[in-house]
């Protein structure tokens, strides 16, 4: 790593460095509040009338101390002080509809020539050159495009597709596009010039899905041999698949629902003897592979029953007493902040108004983040923005050739854990240019083995690593990993508390190694109690995030009476394990974190010339992404889908159609007027639902979406498969780009993901999956040729 680091007094990694966004959009929000919060002053350029998100209780959250300036765009002179205040800048963050920057004359060539040292960022919906980018990029509408509401159907009753509440999207486009700036900025430390970043949510919700587009693939290739099961049957209520027990969901003698996370076969064989079942009797191993139907069934009712002999606090009792058995409680709203893991971490702070937030992403060794830093009210800062500009604006850098080298160039990571929900943050930085060396032991990484097809469920999540076998309880194993962190930037681990300290892998044993280390550490719950220890996967922290619960339509719609009949405990059960764990969960949401987290310390690194501890975790980095439902006030709450999950409204739904559904996300006036003229409905109307159903009838989805979407009316078709699928199989990955051709030495050519975030002058790395082990003669060689160097 390369630069000259700026040793000021204040650690925070954007320290010293000014933000702009257009505070117009979730991502943007997210986008201006990490900045904010790691040290950048962060400008939000507002609407007349002030953001649309300003009505909601997260807004003091997402705007926290940060600027304000209150600009109408659509005059010559707002126009110009927004020009140079993007000129006295670092970062700017466009996120608004395609188009309408060059409009405004804010484009990116027009910006970045007038200020060369400038990192633009673009987040579109879609992109600004496809079929949908006439159309609002509603959230929602890119859900339904690729896939997400058919992926949820299982949390409704109905037939058809389910409007998904959790900002998936939103989420990862937000933290992919920060990811490319906080590279971008690496790499002007060596050219001294800026470049433009981009990022879709449609390409960054790609993210979320682990190894499932792979089984599509698989099954497509070798037909005769496999086939796709769903883990469950909900209209039959019959569960399919050994990983639907061990993910048991359960309702306890005192209406408490319980997420429970055995995947291993040692975690697993003592829950079965917490429920009173042999482990060690083939019969009992045996049933959840049983054949028979009516013998899987007869094996849920089994363990539900024994669930239901215990009280949540009974069940807790027998946590405290085996550490292999584990369940957590599926919470809501509000009380995911109360979970005791947050609290104890510290995780959780008081807003300036004293309501209940999140703390920072990341907790760090050398610098805080304040919870209580009020927003701005709308143009606070218009004085302080006039005193601005009236200061110089930085010579530009010389006109020089910077190159195409990847903005993470000559950064090398070394990782230690396993599975997905960190170590793809990893693989993120690996494809900005990181080298990624992965630390395996045994048989490898058990993500390597969880699917049938060798090696398959491992490939996404090692794309562009090296892998490295190591024993790290052996001394000389143990002494190999000490040589890679003395030439490393960063080590992330991802093990459960206490792990790496028992392997001489903690940040204490590394930095005392490599003082100017970067440790990101990132385990499941956190590092300490009450729950440091216990196993942590997307089904558990979908559960006691409240992302199962919101995805579900909210806490009203899950029943908790301890007296329910098993139908409605098995359907409910069903209905919350597809919150916790459908295509997009919270394994996704916690890996955007980690690379985040793992950027934002390299920056910091390259910057202030010092390494750092970081310490984020799946759970606290899903509490960040559902903070407008978990955070009570002052402000608006997001509003709940209706009973039916089609939506939050007439104009923001999903119908049926003649063939198929479409997503409606027309919230513009002009745009209802344009749709409501075709339904023949008023668009005033206090509920024109009805009307507006009996009209989608008479076409099919495409020809509603393909009359509409050219005119600026989001009206788009709804995949008819899930996300997996979609990406896999579907044309609609192709046509918006998010495909290319990778190899795998058991899997051969496959289609994965296009880079996630692309530059106008840095290269991507899309590296191929490496084979467990196959890295560590070669790395090896070199530890022994840098010994052996004079």
């Given at each position: 790593?390369?630069?000259?680091?700026?040793?000021?007094?204040?650690?925070?990694?954007?320290?010293?460095?000014?933000?702009?966004?257009?505070?117009?959009?979730?991502?943007?929000?997210?986008f201006g509040l990490q900045c904010?919060?790691?040290?950048?002053?962060?400008?939000?350029?507002?609407?007349?009338?002030?953001?649309?998100?300003r009505t909601s209780a997260a807004?003091?959250?997402?705007?926290?101390?940060?600027?304000?300036?209150?600009?109408?765009?659509?005059?010559?002179?707002?126009?110009?002080?927004?020009?140079?205040?993007?000129?006295?800048?670092?970062?700017?963050?466009?996120?608004?509809?395609?188009?309408?920057?060059?409009?405004?004359?804010?484009?990116?060539?027009?910006?970045?020539?007038?200020?060369?040292?400038?990192?633009?960022?673009?987040?579109?919906?879609?992109?600004?050159?496809?079929?949908?980018?006439?159309?609002?990029?509603?959230?929602?509408?890119?859900?339904?495009?690729?896939?997400?509401?058919?992926?949820?159907?299982?949390?409704?009753?109905?037939?058809?597709?389910?409007?998904?509440?959790?900002?998936?999207?939103?989420?990862?486009?937000?933290?992919?596009?920060?990811?490319?700036?906080?590279?971008?900025?690496?790499?002007?430390?060596?050219?001294?010039?800026?470049?433009?970043?981009?990022?879709?949510?449609?390409?960054?919700?790609?993210?979320?899905?682990?190894?499932?587009?792979?089984?599509?693939?698989?099954?497509?290739?070798?037909?005769?041999?496999?086939?796709?099961?769903?883990?469950?049957?909900?209209?039959?209520?019959?569960?399919?698949?050994?990983?639907?027990?061990?993910?048991?969901?359960?309702?306890?003698?005192?209406?408490?629902?319980?997420?429970?996370?055995?995947?291993?076969?040692?975690?697993?064989?003592?829950?079965?003897?917490?429920?009173?079942?042999?482990?060690?009797?083939?019969?009992?191993?045996?049933?959840?592979?049983?054949?028979?139907?009516?013998?899987?069934?007869?094996?849920?009712?089994?363990?539900?029953?024994?669930?239901?002999?215990?009280?949540?606090?009974?069940?807790?009792?027998?946590?405290?007493?085996?550490?292999?058995?584990?369940?957590?409680?599926?919470?809501?709203?509000?009380?995911?902040?109360?979970?005791?893991?947050?609290?104890?971490?510290?995780?959780?702070?008081?807003?300036?108004?004293?309501?209940?937030?999140?703390?920072?992403?990341?907790?760090?060794?050398?610098?805080?983040?304040?919870?209580?830093?009020?927003?701005?009210?709308?143009?606070?800062?218009?004085?302080?923005?006039?005193?601005?500009?009236?200061?110089?604006?930085?010579?530009?850098?010389?006109?020089?050739?910077?190159?195409?080298?990847?903005?993470?160039?000559?950064?090398?990571?070394?990782?230690?854990?396993?599975?997905?929900?960190?170590?793809?943050?990893?693989?993120?930085?690996?494809?900005?240019?990181?080298?990624?060396?992965?630390?395996?032991?045994?048989?490898?990484?058990?993500?390597?083995?969880?699917?049938?097809?060798?090696?398959?469920?491992?490939?996404?999540?090692?794309?562009?690593?090296?892998?490295?076998?190591?024993?790290?309880?052996?001394?000389?194993?143990?002494?190999?990993?000490?040589?890679?962190?003395?030439?490393?930037?960063?080590?992330?681990?991802?093990?459960?508390?206490?792990?790496?300290?028992?392997?001489?892998?903690?940040?204490?044993?590394?930095?005392?190694?490599?003082?100017?280390?970067?440790?990101?550490?990132?385990?499941g719950y956190g590092e300490g109690?009450?729950?440091?220890?216990?196993?942590?996967?997307?089904?558990?922290?979908?559960?006691?995030?409240?992302?199962?619960?919101?995805?579900?339509?909210?806490?009203?719609?899950?029943?908790?009476?301890?007296?329910?009949?098993?139908?409605?405990?098995?359907?409910?059960?069903?209905?919350?394990?597809?919150?916790?764990?459908?295509?997009?969960?919270?394994?996704?949401?916690?890996?955007?974190?980690?690379?985040?987290?793992?950027?934002?310390?390299?920056?910091?690194?390259?910057?202030?010339?010092?390494?750092?501890?970081?310490?984020?975790?799946?759970?606290?980095?899903?509490?960040?992404?559902?903070?407008?439902?978990?955070?009570?006030?002052?402000?608006?709450?997001?509003?709940?889908?209706?009973?039916?999950?089609?939506?939050?409204?007439?104009?923001?739904?999903?119908?049926?159609?003649?063939?198929?559904?479409?997503?409606?996300?027309?919230?513009?006036?002009?745009?209802?007027?344009?749709?409501?003229?075709?339904?023949?409905?008023?668009?005033?109307?206090?509920?024109?639902?009805?009307?507006?159903?009996?009209?989608?009838?008479?076409?099919?989805?495409?020809?509603?979406?393909?009359?509409?979407?050219?005119?600026?009316?989001?009206?788009?078709?709804?995949?008819?498969?899930?996300?997996?699928?979609?990406?896999?199989?579907?044309?609609?990955?192709?046509?918006?780009?998010?495909?290319?051709?990778?190899?795998?030495?058991?899997?051969?050519?496959?289609?994965?993901?296009?880079?996630?975030?692309?530059?106008?002058?840095?290269?991507?790395?899309?590296?191929?999956?490496?084979?467990?082990?196959?890295?560590?003669?070669?790395?090896?060689?070199?530890?022994?040729?840098?010994?052996?160097?004079?």
């Amino acid at each position: 790593m390369t630069g000259a680091p700026d040793r000021r007094a204040d650690a925070r990694p954007l320290a010293g460095l000014r933000v702009v966004t257009t505070a117009n959009a979730l991502p943007a929000a997210i986008f201006g509040l990490q900045c904010a919060d790691a040290g950048a002053e962060v400008w939000l350029l507002e609407r007349p009338g002030g953001s649309r998100l300003r009505t909601s209780a997260a807004w003091e959250f997402w705007a926290r101390g940060q600027r304000s300036v209150e600009c109408d765009l659509t005059r010559a002179d707002a126009r110009d002080r927004a020009r140079a205040l993007i000129a006295r800048s670092d970062v700017f963050v466009d996120n608004w509809a395609p188009g309408v920057a060059d409009r405004l004359g804010l484009g990116a060539d027009d910006l970045c020539a007038a200020n060369p040292r400038l990192v633009h960022a673009r987040i579109s919906a879609f992109g600004d050159d496809t079929r949908f980018a006439a159309a609002e990029g509603w959230e929602a509408s890119v859900m339904a495009v690729m896939g997400g509401p058919q992926g949820f159907a299982s949390l409704t009753g109905r037939p058809g597709p389910a409007f998904v509440s959790t900002p998936y999207a939103s989420v990862a486009a937000a933290h992919i596009a920060l990811q490319g700036v906080l590279g971008a900025l690496v790499e002007r430390t060596r050219s001294g010039r800026g470049q433009r970043v981009e990022a879709t949510l449609a390409r960054s919700l790609i993210a979320y899905d682990t190894w499932m587009w792979l089984v599509h693939v698989l099954t497509e290739r070798y037909n005769q041999a496999f086939n796709v099961t769903s883990a469950m049957d909900t209209e039959t209520l019959v569960p399919n698949t050994p990983m639907f027990f061990r993910l048991l969901v359960g309702l306890s003698r005192d209406g408490e629902w319980l997420q429970f996370s055995q995947t291993t076969d040692r975690l697993w064989h003592a829950f079965l003897r917490a429920c009173d079942l042999d482990p060690d009797d083939p019969a009992v191993l045996a049933l959840e592979n049983a054949e028979d139907p009516a013998v899987r069934v007869a094996f849920w009712e089994t363990l539900l029953a024994a669930v239901r002999r215990r009280t949540a606090a009974e069940w807790s009792a027998v946590f405290d007493a085996d550490p292999n058995v584990w369940a957590d409680v599926y919470r809501g709203g509000p009380a995911t902040l109360e979970h005791p893991q947050l609290v104890a971490d510290g995780r959780v702070g008081r807003s300036a108004s004293g309501t209940r937030v999140p703390a920072g992403l990341a907790l760090a060794r050398d610098w805080t983040v304040d919870p209580g830093l009020a927003p701005p009210a709308l143009d606070h800062d218009a004085a302080a923005l006039d005193a601005l500009l009236a200061t110089a604006v930085d010579p530009a850098p010389a006109d020089a050739d910077p190159g195409d080298a990847p903005v993470l160039d000559g950064v090398t990571i070394v990782e230690l854990g396993s599975f997905y929900a960190a170590p793809f943050g990893a693989t993120l930085l690996a494809e900005l240019g990181a080298r990624v060396v992965k630390i395996e032991t045994g048989a490898g990484d058990a993500i390597r083995h969880l699917m049938p097809f060798p090696e398959l469920s491992g490939i996404k999540v090692l794309q562009g690593k090296e892998s490295v076998l190591l024993d790290l309880a052996d001394p000389e194993g143990h002494a190999v990993l000490l040589d890679l962190v003395r030439d490393a930037d960063v080590v992330l681990q991802t093990f459960r508390g206490g792990v790496v300290d028992r392997l001489g892998a903690g940040p204490d044993a590394l930095l005392a190694v490599n003082p100017d280390l970067v440790y990101v550490s990132a385990p499941g719950y956190g590092e300490g109690p009450p729950c440091g220890a216990k196993p942590a996967f997307a089904p558990t922290m979908g559960a006691a995030s409240g992302m199962a619960v919101r995805n579900v339509g909210g806490a009203e719609r899950v029943p908790s009476d301890p007296d329910l009949d098993l139908v409605t405990v098995k359907r409910t059960a069903m209905r919350l394990a597809s919150g916790a764990s459908s295509p997009a969960n919270a394994d996704g949401v916690a890996a955007l974190g980690v690379g985040t987290a793992l950027a934002l310390g390299i920056l910091g690194r390259v910057r202030h010339g010092t390494g750092t501890v970081l310490r984020t975790s799946m759970l606290s980095t899903v509490a960040h992404a559902l903070v407008d439902t978990s955070v009570p006030g002052p402000g608006a709450t997001t509003p709940a889908p209706d009973p039916d999950l089609l939506g939050l409204g007439p104009w923001h739904r999903l119908y049926e159609t003649a063939d198929g559904w479409v997503m409606v996300t027309v919230e513009r006036p002009a745009a209802r007027a344009v749709l409501a003229e075709r339904l023949g409905v008023d668009p005033d109307a206090a509920d024109p639902a009805a009307v507006m159903a009996a009209a989608f009838l008479g076409a099919p989805a495409t020809d509603w979406e393909a009359a509409l979407v050219p005119l600026g009316v989001a009206v788009v078709a709804v995949s008819s498969v899930g996300l997996d699928r979609t990406f896999a199989l579907g044309a609609i990955a192709d046509e918006l780009g998010l495909r290319t051709d990778a190899e795998h030495a058991t899997f051969d050519t496959y289609p994965r993901a296009t880079e996630f975030v692309r530059f106008s002058r840095s290269r991507s790395v899309l590296g191929n999956a490496p084979l467990c082990g196959q890295d560590t003669d070669r790395v090896r060689a070199e530890i022994a040729a840098r010994r052996a160097a004079p």
